[in-house]
């Protein structure tokens, strides 16, 4: 993984950790202990299902860069189909607190895609690669655009 590939993960991954973590303690005075399991498991889920998205997002744009805009689409609808799913699936558990979980999933969710927003607009990636055959012959590249 590249660098700014795993900078981006932790930018993201940190924030929605910590939200992970105020929902647990709020959860646990809330709802007890299976109120704090709940938030915990829904954090883990939360940081594992956007972490794998996030890394099957990268390798797209590597490999096949014409398909990034419409994989990210389909990849966030996707994760909050599956996140739904989860919710749907532990609705009447015994486990931990539903609640709690379900709460702790959206939050997770919303400070994961805020933090890995904030942290893609703030990185400093090359949109374009530079030709680096042009300047090591000592060739001037060629003039585009109106001459005046």
Same mark, same amino acid.
């Given at each position: 993984m590249p660098s700014h590939d795993a900078r981006? =993960?932790? !930018? &993201?991954?940190v924030p929605t950790a910590a939200v992970g973590v105020i929902a647990a303690v709020v959860s646990g %005075?809330?709802?007890?202990?299976?109120?704090?399991?709940?938030?915990?498991?829904?954090?883990?889920?939360v940081i594992l299902f956007?972490?794998?998205?996030?890394?099957?997002?990268?390798r797209t744009a590597a490999s096949l860069p014409? =398909?990034? !805009? &419409?994989?990210?689409?389909?990849?966030y609808a996707a994760?909050?189909?599956?996140?739904?799913?989860? %919710?749907a699936a532990f609705k009447h558990t015994a486990l931990f607190n539903p609640k709690a979980f379900a709460f702790t999933l959206v939050a997770g969710t919303l400070t994961w895609i805020a933090a890995q927003t904030r942290a893609h607009m703030n990185a400093k990636i090359l949109y374009v690669e530079p030709d680096s055959t042009a300047s090591s012959k000592g060739d001037k590249p060629e003039k585009s655009g109106h001459s005046s």
């Open positions: 981006m =993960l932790a !930018q &993201a991954a %005075v809330v709802a007890g202990g299976k109120g704090a399991v709940g938030a915990v498991v829904a954090t883990v889920i956007m972490g794998i998205g996030l890394y099957v997002l990268q014409h =398909l990034f !805009q &419409a994989m990210g689409l389909m990849l994760q909050l189909l599956l996140l739904f799913v989860f %919710v």
